[in-house]
């Protein structure tokens, strides 16, 4: 059966698909598809405890260009107090709240015009948050921003600490995609990230030190072990003959790390046409292991290597650095 058109706004395959139509990445405002918005008295965001009500939105978050989200509560909050360094803003970086502390789920801290916030682990924890931070982005008006994923991967071919800018984000068969069921049919969103994003983040690393960086596919897996081909889990069907074959096979299609949250990432960023980018480090390159084994210290230096280039980069965009 041909795709068939629905009211100009995409298509359903024989399997049920729906196709979501792409939003350009030039417009500077969000495209929150969601009709139902403008008819609620009150958007109440539960996990962050804010609301349209209760709140001034756009007088809190109005000036925001800079979005910075990881999996990390402690990782976030100490990027805020780092961001707060780099920007030479007043004030004790010491003393950053947290926005979100009437709640356990996420945490919030709002540095100048920087927001950071963490989304905890796995795509139905990050896609809970980025609902309410997207919508919290549009009852604020904020305009011409950028959102970024920072934080750790398992490499694919590739040294321990290597910085990987996001490409395209895909699923376990190593499609450019994102699949989210929706009252039992299947809807397809694309994964592609804002080029030019990406080349303005991989020079940015050139004029760093000790950031060795690199643009390449990232694999995004429902999980950190069976998923991901891990051998050490509580479970394992598969010989370490299988894992390398199967590796073999993402590296052959540009994947160079892999993690858990970049698909639903790229695609809702992409489906509201907001700029967006994955700048994860390598802890380990698969190949050679599983298990973590770096020391401590070294694992805390290489976290740091998204931050110091997204703050890089943000300082550049504001004329700080030239």
């Known amino acids: 059966m041909s795709p068939i058109l629905l009211n100009g706004i995409g298509t359903v395959n024989d399997h049920s698909e729906y196709i979501e139509p792409e939003v350009p990445f030039k417009n500077p405002q969000i495209h929150v598809k969601n009709p139902h918005l403008d008819t609620m008295e009150e958007d109440i965001l539960y996990h962050f405890n804010l609301g349209t009500k209760t709140h001034n939105l756009p007088e809190m978050f109005g000036d925001i260009k800079f979005v910075c989200v990881g999996g990390s509560a402690n990782r976030m909050k100490s990027f805020a107090q780092f961001i707060h360094q780099e920007l030479a803003l007043p004030g004790n ?15 919030m801290y709002k540095v100048g015009p920087v927001l950071s916030i963490s989304h905890g682990m796995g795509i139905p ?3 809970i948050m980025l609902h309410e931070l997207i919508k919290l982005l549009h009852h604020a008006r904020c305009i011409d921003f950028i959102l970024f994923r920072i934080g750790t991967s398992g490499g694919v071919g590739l040294a321990p600490g290597t910085v990987v800018v996001t490409d395209k984000a895909v699923d376990c068969f190593f499609r450019a995609q994102f699949e989210q069921v929706v009252l039992g049919k299947v ?3 694309s994964t592609e990230l804002d080029v030019g994003v990406s080349k303005e983040l991989l020079q940015c690393s050139s004029e760093l030190d000790d950031v060795p960086t690199i643009i390449g596919n990232t694999m995004c897996t429902s999980d950190f072990y069976e998923g991901q081909g891990r051998l050490d889990g509580a ?3 598969f010989s370490t003959e299988d894992k390398l074959e199967y590796l073999r096979k993402a590296y052959n299609t540009g994947v160079r790390n892999i993690e858990m949250e970049s698909t639903v990432f790229a695609a809702m960023c992409r489906a509201c046409g907001i700029k967006a980018a ?12 599983d298990q973590i084994a ?7 230096e290489y976290q740091q290597r998204p931050q110091v280039l997204v703050a890089h980069f943000i300082k550049k965009r504001l004329g700080l650095v030239v």
């Open 93 to 107: 970086m010491d003393d950053v709240t947290d926005i979100c502390e009437g709640t356990d789920r996420y945490s």
């Open 125 to 127: 924890s990050i896609s």
């Open 187 to 189: 809807i397809s969103r």
């Open 235 to 237: 479970l394992c069907s």
């Open 278 to 289: 994955v700048v994860c480090v390598t802890l380990l390159n698969r190949f050679d292991g």
């Open 294 to 300: 770096t020391p401590h210290d070294v694992l805390v």
